[in-house]
């Protein structure tokens, strides 16, 4: 079985690497019919994904133990991190369509050396729908129960010298939660084009449009929330990348690579009554937020011998964002701005050498020189030993990672602070995987440690502001297993350990399980059928919110399943249902899970 190369984890294409990586294919995604992209990721080891209540809530990644905004995302290789964001620079997967997407890319570490500021935890590429050699034009519609309604359609083919692929979507994603809205209007486009034997140029867009509404975080949703205003969050996003690469002759590329991503947010809230955790609760607040980051970067990979490969270049990143907002103090209007701007400029080193016995050493250095903040270094070595006789690989790493401080964190009016240093962290894993029975069982176990220093943490003053004092660590175990016992079954499962440790004090991090595991199972009982079924745990959360302060959250296990069968040729019908069985829990304080959500589609190709 030939491994997908990874496009994520090195600028020097490998088909395996000495990271932690889990590449979700666009079959993988079609067999599940998700109903969101957070769906899609809640399967990846060492991550975790939490959506208080339904879609209008603001979906938060945890990767290995990390902060949400630890982890940088990707989309086809644009930066779509917001650092004028509350939350310090997360990416909210609610807005991305699961249509849209041919395979992500999870790098579990940090890759600081391959992309500087935010990579401090992970990695997520999500890498949109390809060309096709043929045209293709397919359709989906949908819906389900709570009101849920999708419709989406996609024109693929052949155009010039290359191909092209357009879709777009529309949701309106019901309320499965009382309080929870969410609808969306989204498209994506690609051109690729051979502008000459050796020269390619590729072209990628993407648009989103969304309004979502929810109870407020930390309020204690639909079940605790005195105030029962709702949050109102209305988002547009862009993102244009252009990709031109250039191989004179084997063993030699020139890229030149630019992207542009612009994003805007209007939000109101009505704030959060006084409750247990803090008795004066949060007032009524707006804002206004704009973003918009350009950046350049031109590598070369060489191969310097049979078994050396070398990439070197540099990179420049240019990042502005605002945000005008108000706040309601005792029936007075309180204004606060920021505006603030930023450049980065990193060269950049790779290199992986092979050896006829196995091993492969791989090893990388970026050097960002970011405006107003010290020089930041950022190393990264690993390396991978295979033993083809046995079907046994071990691999180990280590690598530095740094976050700069997001503009909210630095402009903020109220809690703001000017001198805040940026977030870095240290981390190590070993992992060994074991193929068995002609590969059809793949055994894997990874144990990693990270440690992360300076975060930005919340002091209450007075005055309040953001302060660098905390220091964390995070160490576990990742253990995954695939088996195919027969041709028309596949069966996967996986276990995460994470321990987590906020140096020198008692205190628990919020929203970090000790346990997750699943399990996926495939069967295709008949030509032109499978079945696809899920299954998730989660054990205890520490949680807190206003209304109630701290709370333990209960662990849960929920199934999902979807079936498909192609009734003929060109035309698809699904039937999905996810949270079989009624599972009754909370992902936040106060914001119960959705129900059982039957849904039904058909898709028809021409």
């Given at each position: 079985?030939?491994?997908?190369?990874?496009?994520?984890?090195?600028?020097?294409?490998?088909?395996?690497?000495?990271?932690?990586?889990?590449?979700?294919?666009?079959?993988?995604?079609?067999?599940?019919?998700?109903?969101?992209?957070?769906?899609?990721?809640?399967?990846?080891?060492?991550?975790?994904?939490d959506?208080?209540?339904?879609?209008g809530?603001?979906?938060?990644?945890?990767?290995?133990?990390?902060?949400?905004?630890?982890?940088?995302?990707?989309?086809?290789?644009?930066?779509?991190?917001?650092?004028?964001?509350?939350?310090?620079?997360?990416?909210?997967?609610?807005?991305?369509?699961?249509?849209?997407?041919?395979?992500?890319?999870?790098?579990?570490?940090?890759?600081?050396?391959?992309y500087?500021?935010?990579?401090?935890?992970?990695?997520?590429?999500?890498?949109t729908?390809?060309?096709?050699?043929?045209?293709?034009?397919?359709?989906?519609?949908?819906?389900?129960?709570?009101?849920?309604?999708?419709?989406?359609?996609?024109?693929r083919?052949?155009?010039?010298?290359?191909?092209?692929?357009?879709?777009?979507?529309?949701?309106?994603?019901?309320?499965?939660?009382?309080?929870?809205?969410?609808?969306?209007?989204?498209?994506?486009?690609?051109?690729?084009?051979?502008?000459?034997?050796?020269?390619?140029?590729?072209?990628?867009?993407?648009?989103?449009?969304?309004?979502?509404?929810?109870?407020?975080?930390d309020?204690?949703?639909?079940?605790?929330?005195?105030?029962?205003?709702?949050d109102?969050?209305?988002?547009?996003?862009?993102?244009?990348?252009?990709?031109?690469?250039h191989?004179?002759?084997?063993?030699?590329?020139?890229?030149?690579?630019t992207?542009?991503?612009?994003?805007?947010?209007?939000?109101?809230?009505?704030?959060?009554?006084?409750g247990?955790?803090?008795?004066?609760?949060?007032?009524?607040?707006?804002?206004?937020?704009?973003?918009?980051?350009?950046?350049?970067?031109?590598?070369?990979?060489?191969?310097?011998?049979?078994?050396?490969?070398?990439?070197?270049?540099?990179?420049?990143?240019?990042?502005?964002?605002?945000?005008?907002?108000?706040?309601?103090?005792?029936?007075?209007?309180?204004?606060?701005?920021?505006?603030?701007?930023?450049?980065?400029?990193?060269?950049?080193?790779?290199?992986?050498?092979?050896?006829?016995?196995?091993?492969?050493?791989?090893?990388?250095?970026?050097?960002?020189?970011?405006?107003?903040?010290?020089?930041?270094?950022?190393?990264?070595?690993?390396?991978?030993?295979?033993?083809?006789?046995?079907?046994?690989?071990?691999?180990?790493?280590?690598?530095?990672?740094?976050?700069?401080?997001?503009?909210?964190?630095?402009?903020?009016?109220?809690?703001?602070?000017?001198?805040?240093?940026?977030?870095?962290?240290?981390?190590?894993?070993?992992?060994?995987?074991?193929?068995?029975?002609?590969?059809?069982i793949?055994?894997?176990?990874?144990?990693?440690?990270?440690?992360?220093f300076?975060?930005?943490?919340?002091?209450?003053?007075?005055p309040?502001?953001?302060?660098?004092?905390?220091?964390?660590?995070?160490?576990?175990?990742?253990?995954?297993?695939?088996?195919?016992?027969?041709e028309?079954?596949?069966?996967?499962?996986?276990?995460?350990?994470?321990s987590?440790?906020i140096?020198?004090?008692?205190?628990?991090?919020r929203?970090r399980?000790?346990?997750?595991?699943?399990?996926?199972?495939?069967?295709?009982?008949?030509?032109?059928?499978?079945?696809?079924?899920?299954?998730?745990?989660v054990?205890?959360?520490?949680?807190?919110?206003?209304?109630?302060?701290?709370?333990?959250?209960?662990?849960?296990?929920?199934?999902?399943?979807a079936?498909?069968?192609?009734?003929?040729?060109g035309?698809?019908?699904?039937?999905?249902?996810?949270?079989?069985?009624?599972?009754?829990y909370?992902?936040?304080?106060?914001?119960?899970?959705?129900?059982?959500?039957?849904?039904?589609?058909?898709?028809?190709?021409?």
């Amino acid at each position: 079985m030939a491994e997908p190369v990874v496009v994520t984890a090195s600028r020097i294409p490998a088909a395996a690497t000495a990271g932690s990586v889990t590449v979700i294919s666009r079959e993988q995604i079609d067999r599940q019919r998700p109903v969101s992209t957070i769906e899609i990721l809640r399967q990846v080891p060492g991550l975790h994904i939490d959506q208080p209540g339904g879609r209008g809530g603001v979906s938060s990644v945890f990767m290995r133990g990390s902060d949400p905004n630890f982890t940088l995302v990707l989309i086809d290789g644009v930066r779509v991190n917001d650092p004028t964001n509350s939350r310090g620079g997360s990416f909210d997967f609610t807005t991305l369509d699961p249509g849209s997407i041919e395979r992500i890319e999870v790098v579990r570490g940090p890759f600081s050396a391959v992309y500087g500021s935010d990579a401090i935890g992970g990695v997520i590429n999500i890498i949109t729908r390809e060309g096709a050699t043929e045209a293709t034009t397919t359709a989906q519609v949908g819906g389900g129960r709570f009101g849920y309604r999708r419709g989406w359609a996609e024109l693929r083919g052949p155009v010039a010298a290359g191909d092209f692929a357009l879709n777009v979507a529309y949701v309106d994603n019901g309320e499965p939660v009382e309080g929870s809205e969410f609808t969306g209007k989204s498209a994506n486009g690609k051109l690729t084009l051979a502008l000459s034997d050796v020269t390619m140029l590729r072209l990628t867009s993407r648009f989103a449009d969304s309004l979502a509404k929810s109870f407020p975080d930390d309020s204690g949703g639909p079940s605790f929330a005195v105030l029962r205003g709702l949050d109102k969050r209305d988002s547009r996003e862009l993102t244009v990348g252009v990709r031109l690469s250039h191989q004179p002759r084997d063993g030699q590329e020139y890229v030149v690579e630019t992207s542009y991503y612009d994003r805007a947010q209007d939000f109101v809230s009505p704030g959060i009554a006084p409750g247990v955790r803090d008795p004066v609760g949060i007032v009524p607040n707006s804002s206004d937020d704009r973003f918009r980051r350009e950046t350049i970067s031109a590598h070369g990979v060489f191969s310097l011998a049979e078994r050396v490969d070398l990439s070197l270049g540099a990179e420049a990143i240019f990042e502005q964002g605002s945000s005008d907002s108000e706040l309601v103090v005792g029936g007075v209007v309180v204004p606060g701005e920021f505006d603030l701007a930023r450049q980065v400029y990193a060269p950049f080193a790779e290199a992986r050498v092979s050896f006829p016995i196995g091993l492969t050493l791989e090893g990388g250095l970026r050097i960002d020189f970011p405006r107003g903040f010290d020089t930041e270094f950022s190393p990264r070595i690993g390396l991978r030993q295979s033993f083809d006789a046995t079907g046994t690989t071990l691999t180990a790493s280590w690598g530095e990672g740094f976050k700069l401080p997001s503009f909210f964190a630095l402009g903020h009016p109220i809690v703001g602070n000017a001198d805040l240093r940026p977030e870095t962290s240290e981390s190590v894993e070993v992992g060994v995987e074991q193929r068995l029975w002609n590969d059809r069982i793949d055994l894997r176990a990874v144990y990693f440690h990270n440690r992360f220093f300076d975060l930005v943490d919340f002091e209450e003053g007075p005055p309040p502001r953001l302060v660098n004092r905390s220091e964390v660590t995070a160490e576990g175990v990742e253990v995954g297993f695939d088996v195919r016992p027969i041709e028309p079954l596949t069966l996967g499962g996986h276990l995460t350990y994470t321990s987590t440790d906020i140096e020198g004090t008692t205190e628990e991090l919020r929203n970090r399980p000790e346990w997750r595991a699943g399990g996926s199972a495939l069967w295709r009982p008949r030509p032109g059928v499978t079945i696809a079924l899920d299954a998730l745990y989660v054990g205890e959360v520490l949680d807190s919110s206003i209304a109630t302060g701290d709370r333990v959250l209960d662990p849960y296990l929920r199934f999902d399943v979807a079936v498909t069968w192609a009734v003929r040729p060109g035309v698809e019908v699904s039937l999905a249902v996810d949270n079989l069985f009624d599972a009754d829990y909370e992902e936040a304080v106060g914001f119960p899970a959705p129900g059982i959500r039957p849904r039904i589609a058909v898709r028809m190709t021409f």
